[in-house]
């Protein structure tokens, strides 16, 4: 990190935007600010560059879409997250750069895929109310095994944000309930990572120095998203978090 260009650092900046706006629009279009870091910086140390900048979009977006959030749901996910977490930072023990992308990459790419399917055969509940899918014994399972995949995914490279929001498209959370939902959620989530990251060593005084320079972009992000949301239908919202999450997959492969 101490060799960073101004063009680089300018691509930092935007990737740091668009977590603002991803915050309070589209959360699965977060991977491709993942995708920015994971280039410009060392795919490891950029999870703990970036873990700040989406904390100060969480609380950003809390502040907007916090009466929104759908408890029940929240608390039926966290212990398995929990679990999640704690594998994702033995992963990180032993893990490198290309592993960690390889993986990730993979995981976002299939869940995009069972999601399409799940959708394209009606598998799953019509969205007409918040967390329809969540209270069978079927949404109880699923809800566990998207909360582990959804902490592993988050702790190993801040990645939980497209397998969450497959996850809320899936249960049949709508917009508002859904952006609400989704904000609690990663606030308490990416809170409880950091301890783990400054273990690990992927918070330090020199990345939180970078994150000061950083953090000020997620503002116009968060506002510039906070505006269109209400522009976008249910259809487009549903496609453009698939589309994002199928994006950010394939750029981890590729990078």
């Known amino acids: 990190m101490d060799t960073i260009t101004l063009w680089q650092l300018a691509a930092l900046a935007a990737a740091s935007t668009l977590v603002g706006f991803s915050k309070t629009a589209v959360s699965g279009a977060n991977t491709i600010s993942l995708a920015v870091f994971a280039a410009v910086l060392p795919a490891r140390e950029s999870t703990g560059v970036l873990l700040p900048i989406l904390i100060a979009g969480d609380i950003l977006a809390v502040l907007v879409y916090r009466r929104h959030a ?51 055969t009606g598998s799953h509940p019509p969205p007409e109310e918040d967390g329809t899918d969540t209270s069978t014994r079927g949404g109880r399972i699923k809800a566990r095994s998207y909360g582990v995949l959804g902490g592993f995914t988050t702790m190993v490279a801040n990645a ?6 497959l996850y809320l498209l899936s249960a049949g959370f709508r917009k508002l309930g859904f952006l609400g939902t989704s904000a609690w959620f990663f606030l308490i989530v990416n809170t409880s990572k950091v301890p783990f990251s400054v273990g690990l060593g992927l918070i330090d005084a ?18 510039i998203g906070r505006a269109c949301v209400g522009r976008i239908n249910q259809k487009i919202f549903d496609r453009i978090v698939i589309g994002a999450t199928v994006l950010g997959g394939l750029q981890l492969l590729l990078i």
């Open 160 to 165: 939980g944000g497209p397998v969450m929001s």
């Open 206 to 223: 020199q990345s939180l120095l970078l994150d000061a320079a950083l953090v000020l972009f997620v503002v116009p992000g968060a506002w």
């Open 70 to 120: 759908h408890w029940p749901t929240l608390l039926r996910l966290f212990p398995a997250v929990a679990v999640g977490v704690v594998a994702g930072t033995f992963f990180m023990m032993w893990a490198g750069d290309d592993a960690v992308r390889t993986s990730i990459g993979a995981i976002l790419l299939f869940m995009a895929g069972v999601t399409v399917w799940r959708r394209r």
